[in-house]
């Protein structure tokens, strides 16, 4: 069974930074799809950055680039976000998602199937 666990959330005050991460387990393909999806209190889930197992690709959302970097170390199954320059609206909850394929990397979150229990970041102003 396909799961998916984060940490490394907190409170940080603006410009502040800090690192998620997520641990794979279950999966039994190489070829998924990777990444971070965060909701913010009373709106949606936005896409924010994601990572190609197969080819090894990223892909970020405009409000995090040059921000936000997602990395990966395919020895422990583990995809990080590090996160620079904190602002107060980046402050929601973090979900690490997935998705078995390759091609394009979709930033809508319908497009993932598997999901982690979140973890809480709050930046402070």
């Known amino acids: 069974e396909e799961q998916l666990v984060e940490s490394g959330g907190g409170l940080v005050q603006a410009g502040g930074s800090l690192r998620l991460s997520c641990v794979a387990s279950g999966f039994t393909r190489d070829d998924y799809q990777i990444g971070w999806v965060r909701q913010a209190p009373g709106k949606e889930r936005e896409g924010v950055s994601f990572f190609s197992r197969g080819d090894g690709s990223t892909r970020y959302a405009d409000s995090v680039k040059g921000r936000f970097t997602i990395s990966s170390d395919n020895g422990k199954n583990t995809v990080y976000l590090q996160m620079n320059s904190l602002k107060p609206e980046d402050t929601a909850v973090y979900y690490c998602?997935?998705?078995?394929?390759?091609?394009?990397?979709?930033?809508?979150?319908?497009?993932?199937?598997?999901w982690g229990q979140g973890t809480q970041v709050t930046v402070s102003s």
């Open positions: 998602a997935a998705v078995y394929g390759h091609g394009l990397l979709q930033l809508d979150p319908a497009w993932y199937d598997y």
